[in-house]
T-cell receptor
Framework: AQSVAQPEDQVNVAEGNPLTVKCTYSVSGNPYLFWYVQYPNRGLQFLLK??????LVKGSYGFEAEFNKSQTSFHLKKPSALVSDSALYFCAVRGMDTGRRALTFGSGTRLQVQP | DTGVSQDPRHKITKRGQNVTFRCDPISEHNRLYWYRQTLGQGPEFLTYFQNEAQLEKSRLLSDRFSAERPKGSFSTLEIQRTEQGDSAMYLC????????????FGPGTRLTVT
């Protein structure tokens, strides 16, 4: 079975400060990892993915994420938060070796960036 | 570039009625997925198609749920004899072939069962 934990329901950060949204996962074998963002009344938008290679992956809107195999984590980061980054963020995993295509999502973390 | 589209965006129905939702994936995408999202939760996988073949189904997909993708393009998800517990956002996603890993999501259909 595969699972994702997002331990923080909400993260508050001041505009201009760095932000981190945490994610840990459990999967058989090697993982494919993803971050999505959801704005009100809109579908999920793909931000970035880790498939293989460099542990630091860069994505849309200045976001990046760091894959840490030993800690089974894939935390989302941004050096300088914007008010417009306020949204709901989901981490997702798929096992590389399972043959399954389904993504397993965490329960989401609401990011609130204060002006 | 047209993304994934879903119709209707909102559906209110009475318990016991049947409902059908439609999803049109990104045109060149051969893989299509259905997920369900309830308030405060992440999306949960329901089923997956590669072209017209339904290759994966979740245990969440009870006998009252059926999905089709008859020509490998659009897909429909039908819920028969709806129950209040079926109230949720139903999300469709698509992806391109074996070399593409990320799934692109539509805006969803919000179902309310009264």
């Amino acid at each position: 079975a595969q699972s994702v934990a997002q331990p923080e329901d909400q993260v508050n950060v001041a505009e201009g400060n760095p932000l981190t949204v945490k994610c840990t996962y459990s999967v058989s074998g090697n993982p494919y990892l993803f971050w999505y963002v959801q704005y009100p009344n809109r579908g999920l938008q793909f931000l970035l993915k880790y498939i293989t290679g460099d542990n630091l992956v860069k994505g849309s809107y200045g976001f990046e994420a760091e894959f840490n195999k030993s800690q089974t984590s894939f935390h989302l980061k941004k050096p300088s938060a914007l008010v417009s980054d306020s949204a709901l963020y989901f981490c997702a995993v798929r096992g590389m070796d399972t043959g399954r295509r389904a993504l397993t999502f965490g329960s989401g973390t609401r990011l609130q960036v204060q002006p | 570039d047209t993304g994934v589209s879903q119709d209707p965006r909102h559906k209110i129905t009475k318990r016991g009625q049947n409902v059908t939702f439609r999803c049109d994936p990104i045109s060149e995408h051969n893989r299509l997925y259905w997920y369900r999202q309830t308030l405060g939760q992440g999306p949960e996988f329901l089923t997956y198609f590669q072209n017209e073949a339904q290759l994966e189904k979740s245990r969440l997909l009870s006998d009252r749920f059926s999905a089709e993708r008859p020509k490998g393009s659009f897909s429909t998800l039908e819920i028969q004899r709806t129950e209040q517990g079926d109230s949720a956002m139903y999300l469709c996603a698509s992806s391109l072939g074996a070399a593409s890993y990320e799934q692109y999501f539509g805006p969803g259909t919000r179902l309310t069962v009264t």
